[in-house]
């Protein structure tokens, strides 16, 4: 069976033949970080499950200048976890093996 | 592309101001990269640019888009489906300012389960569901959501350190686009657990809590579970535990050791009754750990009166006694770890574990540079540190003092557990977002799917230079 996420609703109907298009004008009219927090499960009459997920889902690729100059970029999932992450004060440290390197 | 799915993308590029199409001539998936961004902007910026790295664009958009061609095409050659992946990207404004920025953000835009194909009640991200079924299960939607920061480099955007876009991997001191797109395409392709790592709640909850496919692959050592054997709290102990969670698929289990060197570093103090390994964080000065190792008494070095912090001023008597000939435990804070180190040296120490003097493991490595310094550093947590102290202050007599050996354990890989199973990203306090769904950051070489994006990697994906595509592929890839 296919299916279609109906970008106002959010709820499962059948494929109609301008979906594409409704999707990608929904996407664009959400703005690129809008943030969704509920959970958005259906359940199909065959039993097959669709969660949409939103922007908790995500993974951020984050970067940050230390002391030294050099950007200290890192990769976490979710809008809250990124903002923290820049929210943190920068320390003196490199990419290595085995994490980063303090000097202190 | 399918006859469906080539007339559907064509209503919905005429719809879209502009598209991107990418199908590697040779790719075994095919990865549709839907240009969604407007007229003179993002992908479509007419600014003229000159080719850079191999990157024959000459538009700023042109680049860009070409960037994100070229990591698509290094998956869909390595990938096999029958249903187009669709990427719907943006080259857009991302939250930033002048010393920190939003780079990007990919994911997958749904996940699925029951759907006919691999494991019931789990959940799979929509790429990876498609493929196995041969369907494209909700057709309107792209599979995978990318949004790619355009403003990076500008005025207070990480002023001065934007997109390199070349296609060849010498970014220089910018950011190399592609590894990090092969990095986020990889999270939306699958190499992720959508269970909440600081919860331990699965997605779904609290109606239709389900596992994801990513979970059944990791294995808790401590508790000899998996994750969907666990209960929530279970699961939470298990993210929080450094170096215990291990990957269980047969794919990376397979190359690991084609891939990771072995030999991690090893801390193991014994002493009347008591025998413990610790986790230890390496030193980037000194002499490297050895197979054979250091094996030594250990002594504290007390604060000293003046000292701006412990060890950090030359030893007095009392301190240079504690420590001759011995591995000196110092702890961290008010001056940096060389200057410790050589004066724990200068006193007659044959090794130092620096105490964190912060919660928190597994304990980073030290950084810092001295040519003088000939003897080994460690670094261990602010818990362990406390254990080690005490055990030292409890040794009734200097002959009885506990003993530590400083080695490399070969037989481990170095980010591997046991039975090759790779470790996962699990530190303690968690870190929302990374946690579990890297490898940790000990592997050695460094792994595209770490945390950090690590500045000597390259664009590989695959074993003998990474493991990002043998873990897709116990997934189901």
Known sequence: MR??????????????????????????????????KAANVTTLSNGVRVMELDESFMSYSTARVGPDGKPDSACVVGQDAAAKLLREKPVNRTASAGGRYETE | MKPNDRRRFARFCAAALFCGVVGAAHAEAEIIIINNDPAGAGFNDPTPVAPVGGNPGTTLGQQRLIAFQFAAEI???????????????????????????VL??????????????????????????????????????????????????QQNC???????????????????????????LAHGLGFQSFTNGTTGEQAGAPDDPLPSIFDYFLRD??????WPEMTDAERVVSATTPRNLGWNGHHVKEKANKVLDRGPPDLTVTARGFKKSYLVGTAQFGPPLERDGLRAKLGVVNNQTGS???????????????????IAIIDRGGCGFTVKVRNAQDAGAVGVIIADNIAGSPPPPLGGVDPLITIPTVRVTLDD??????????????????????????????GGGKGNRVLMYTPNPVEPGSSVSHWDTLATPNLLMEPFLNEDLSHAVRAPADLTLELLKDLGW
């Open chain 2, 308 to 326: 701006p912090g412990n060890g950090c001023t030359a030893f007095d008597t009392a301190n240079a006694e504690a420590v001759v000939n011995r």
């Open chain 2, 104 to 153: 990007g953000a990919a994911g997958s835009r749904y996940i699925v389960s029951d759907f006919g194909a691999g494991k019931a009640a789990t959940w799979y991200s929509a790429a990876l569901a498609n493929k196995l079924t041969r369907t494209d299960l909700v057709p309107a939607v792209p599979d995978i959501r990318a949004l790619f920061n355009s403003n990076l480099g």
């Open chain 2, 75 to 101: 998956w869909g050659s390595q990938l096999k489906s029958a249903v187009p992946i669709e990427v719907l990207a943006n080259f857009l404004p991302l939250p930033c300012d002048a010393t920190s920025a």
């Open chain 1, 3 to 36: 299916v279609a996420i109906d970008p106002e609703t959010k709820r499962l109907r059948p494929v109609e033949h301008d979906d594409a298009v409704g999707a990608a004008r929904s996407a664009a009219a959400r703005g690129a970080l809008s943030s969704r």
């Open chain 2, 385 to 414: 540190g406390i254990e080690l102290k005490a055990l030292v202050a409890a040794a009734p007599k200097p002959n009885q003092l506990p003993v530590a050996s400083l080695s490399l354990d070969f037989g481990l890989l170095i």
């Open chain 2, 158 to 184: 990480l002023t001065g350190i934007g997109w390199y876009l070349g296609l060849d991997n010498n970014p220089g001191t910018q950011l190399d686009l592609v590894t990090v797109l092969l990095h986020e």
């Open chain 2, 221 to 226: 050592e401590d508790a000899k579970k998996t």
